[in-house]
C-alpha cells in the first residue's frame, strides 16, 4: 500500500502541522517502490550518461533528472530538451540562457553538456553566489549580495562609498599601480580578485582567442605587421596553435610572414608543410603592390593571386587574352574593350588596376568580421558550416577552397573525436583540414565527464522532494506552494542580478508568481499589466508589507516566516470569501 502525505487543517494551522511532522511522512512517503526505483534506476545509470542524447534515450533517467526541476511534464518534448541540455552557457544568447524559466536554465547547469565545468551539483550555485555578477554594476545594484560580499573581507563601512567600490572593482590587478593596489588596505585587492571584473578574457578554443586578439589590437583592424603579430605574445600564441605549427622561431615566422605567399619564388612557398602558406595568406603582410606591377603579365605570372583578384571583384576567369584586353582598355574610351556593354562587369577591375589599387582586408580580418561574437555561440559545428559566408571565411583562412569541400565531409571532420588518433579528421591527409578541426574544436573529446561527488544523492533528493510536494499538493495546493517557496525563492536570489532582476524572475515562476501575488494582495488580473508595471507595484507591496524592496532579503528566517504566514492567511482568506460567496470589494481587496 502506497503512503499518501497528508495535512491536518490549512492555512497557518495547516503549515504548522506539516512542518511538525514534514520529515516523518517523507521517509515514509519515500519508500514507495515506484519512487524507491525510480531512485535506484537513476543512482545505478547516471555515470554511464556522458552525453545528452544518452540522457534523452533512457526515459526512466530522464524522468528523475527533469523531475529534480519540476519539468517532469517536458518529458516527451526532446527536441526542446536536447537545446536546453546542449546549451552553451558561458553564451548569454544561448536557448538556456534566453529562457524566462529559470528551472531550465538550471537543468543545464547542472547536467554541463554545454559547459566546460561538466555536471556540478545542483547546490553549486548557492556555494558560489557571486556565479552570474558579470559587471559590477551588477553588484552594486544588489544590495543584498554587495552586503554579503562586503562581510566576507571585513569590508562593511565602505557599503555606502558606490562610486570608490565601482573604481576598485574595475582595477587592474596585473598592474602594480592600479587604483586598487595603490591602497594600503589590502583587503580591498582580496576582493577585486573575488569577482576579476578586468580579468583578461577567457577564450573555449584557439581560433577563438586569435580573432578576439586580432580584433583587440587597432580599433578591430588587426596587426599591421608582422612586427605588431610577434609582439602579442597572446596573439603569436593563438596563431601558432590555431595553424598547428611545428617550427615556432620569431625569426623564422617573420620570414614567413613578410614573404610573398603568391611567388613560387619566394621562401614560403618552399616550405613543405602547407600550414605554414595558410598562415601567411591569412594575414596577407606579403601581399604583393599591385600597383607597382609594370604590366598585366606580373598579374598573370602569379595565377593564384590572378584568381583572388577576380573573387575581390566577384569576376570569374575568363582567360588571359580577355583580361589583358579588360586591363589595357582606356577607360575614358566609350569604345574601349571594356566600356563595351558586354563588358563591363570588368570595368572596376580594370579602374582599380589602372589608377590605385586597395588591397583586399586579410583573410583573418573577413572572418572576423563574418562570425563576430558567433563564435563561441555555435553550439554545434552545423550551425557553422551552414553560416556560409562564416564558413567560407574560415576555409579562406586555412587556404581551402569551398568548393573543393563539401558540407557533410566538413561536418565530420568537425565532430570528429579529436583526442583519437584515428578519427575522421585525425586520419585525414590535409594538414589544413586537421589544423581548422583543430582550431574551432567543436568536438575535442578526451574529457569522459565525471560526475562530481554526491550528485546522484542530490538529483534524488530535489527528485523525491517535488514529488513529496506534488502529493501534499493534492489534497492542498497552497501547502505544496508554501512548501517549495524556500527552494524557489533560494534559485532566484542565486542566479544573482539586480533588485529588478530578481522580480523579473519571480514574475517568471509561476508558482512564485502564485506566492508573491497572494501574499501581496494583488488581484487575479495582476499579470495583465505591463511588466516593468507588475515590478513597480510588487516592491511598493512588498517594501509596504515587509520593509524591504529585493526579494533576496525575505531569505531571511523571520522574514520568510513571516512571507509564507501572510500567504497561507490570505489564500486561505481568498478561499473562504469565494466560497462563501461574498462579493464586498472592500472585503476582497482585504
Known amino acids: 500500500m502506497t503512503f499518501s502525505p497528508y495535512v491536518l487543517g490549512t492555512g497557518i494551522a495547516g503549515w504548522n502541522f506539516l512542518d511538525r511532522t514534514r520529515t516523518q511522512q517523507q521517509q515514509i512517503f519515500e519508500k514507495s ?16 550518461i556522458q552525453t545528452a542524447d544518452q540522457l534523452l534515450d533512457d526515459y526512466n533517467v530522464l524522468q528523475v533528472a527533469l523531475g529534480a526541476f519540476g519539468l517532469e511534464e517536458d518529458i516527451a518534448n526532446r527536441a526542446f530538451i536536447k537545446q536546453v541540455l546542449e546549451s552553451d552557457l558561458s553564451d548569454p544568447r544561448s536557448f538556456a540562457n534566453r529562457l524566462n524559466d529559470n528551472r531550465y536554465l538550471g537543468l543545464a547547469q547542472t547536467f554541463g ?22 559587471s559590477p554594476e551588477d553588484l552594486l545594484s544588489n544590495k543584498t549580495l554587495l552586503n554579503q560580499a562586503l562581510d566576507d573581507f571585513g569590508l562593511q563601512r565602505y557599503a555606502g562609498n558606490e562610486f570608490f567600490l565601482q573604481k576598485v572593482l574595475e582595477s587592474d590587478l596585473s598592474d602594480d599601480n592600479s587604483f586598487v593596489n595603490r591602497l594600503s588596505d589590502t583587503r580591498l585587492a582580496d576582493f577585486a580578485s573575488q569577482f576579476k571584473f578586468n580579468a583578461p578574457p577567457e577564450y573555449t578554443s584557439s581560433m577563438d582567442a586569435m580573432l578576439g586578439e586580432f580584433t583587440a589590437m587597432n580599433d578591430g583592424a588587426g596587426p599591421a605587421n608582422a612586427d605588431e603579430l610577434l609582439g602579442n605574445e597572446t596573439l603569436l600564441n593563438a596563431v601558432i596553435e590555431t595553424f598547428d605549427l611545428e617550427y615556432t622561431n620569431p625569426i623564422f615566422l617573420k620570414r614567413m610572414l613578410e ?13 613543405e608543410d602547407p600550414r605554414v602558406l595558410a598562415m601567411s595568406r591569412a594575414f596577407g603582410f606579403g601581399m604583393p603592390d599591385i600597383n607597382s606591377f609594370s604590366s598585366p603579365d606580373e598579374l598573370f605570372a602569379r595565377s593564384e593571386l590572378l584568381e583572388e583578384v577576380l573573387d575581390q571583384f566577384n569576376n570569374s576567369n575568363p582567360g588571359e587574352d580577355f583580361l589583358r584586353q579588360v586591363l589595357e582598355s582606356d577607360l575614358s ?7 563595351q556593354p558586354g563588358n563591363l562587369a570588368f570595368f572596376d577591375l580594370a579602374e582599380a588596376y589602372q589608377t590605385e589599387w586597395t588591397p583586399p582586408p586579410s583573410k583573418v580580418k573577413v572572418l572576423a568580421d563574418e562570425v563576430g561574437t558567433k563564435l563561441s555561440g555555435y553550439e554545434n559545428p552545423r550551425q ?22 563539401d558540407f557533410s565531409f566538413m561536418l565530420k571532420v568537425f565532430e570528429s573525436d579529436l583526442s583519437s588518433e584515428t578519427s575522421y579528421a585525425n586520419l585525414y591527409r590535409d594538414p589544413n583540414v586537421q589544423a581548422m578541426a583543430n582550431a574551432f574544436a567543436f568536438n575535442p573529446g578526451g574529457n569522459d565527464r565525471t560526475y562530481p561527488p554526491g550528485f546522484a544523492e542530490e538529483i534524488a533528493d530535489l527528485y523525491t522532494d517535488r514529488n513529496f510536494e506534488i502529493a501534499i499538493g493534492e489534497s492542498d495546493p497552497n501547502m505544496r506552494l508554501a512548501l517549495a517557496l524556500e527552494r524557489e525563492l533560494q534559485s532566484i536570489a542565486d542566479a544573482g542580478g539586480s533588485e529588478d532582476a530578481h522580480w523579473y524572475g519571480i514574475i517568471g515562476s509561476p508558482p512564485l508568481k502564485t506566492v ?3 501574499a501581496l494582495g494583488l488581484p487575479s488580473s495582476f499579470g495583465q499589466l505591463d511588466v516593468d508595471r507588475q515590478v513597480n507595484e510588487m516592491k511598493d507591496r512588498a517594501f509596504a508589507s515587509f520593509g524591504t524592496t529585493h526579494p533576496a532579503d525575505l531569505l531571511k528566517p523571520d522574514k520568510l516566516q513571516e512571507f509564507r504566514n501572510r500567504f497561507l492567511l490570505l489564500s486561505e482568506l481568498n478561499s473562504d470569501t469565494a466560497s462563501a460567496g461574498f462579493s464586498d470589494p472592500i472585503f476582497a481587496l482585504f
Open 33 to 48: 517502490p515506484i519512487l524507491d526505483r525510480a531512485v535506484q534506476d537513476f543512482t545505478n545509470k547516471i555515470d554511464s
Open 113 to 134: 553538456f554545454g559547459s566546460e565545468d561538466g555536471p556540478q551539483l545542483p547546490s553549486a550555485s548557492a556555494e558560489k553566489p557571486y556565479v552570474n555578477v558579470a
Open 259 to 271: 614573404a610573398d605567399p603568391y611567388d613560387e619564388n619566394s621562401a614560403v612557398r618552399q616550405q
Open 333 to 339: 574610351d566609350p569604345n574601349s574593350f571594356v566600356n
Open 384 to 405: 557553422f558550416v551552414f553560416d556560409f559566408d562564416a564558413f567560407e571565411a574560415g576555409l579562406d583562412v586555412f587556404n581551402m577552397n569551398e568548393r573543393q569541400l
Open 516 to 518: 508573491f501575488e497572494s
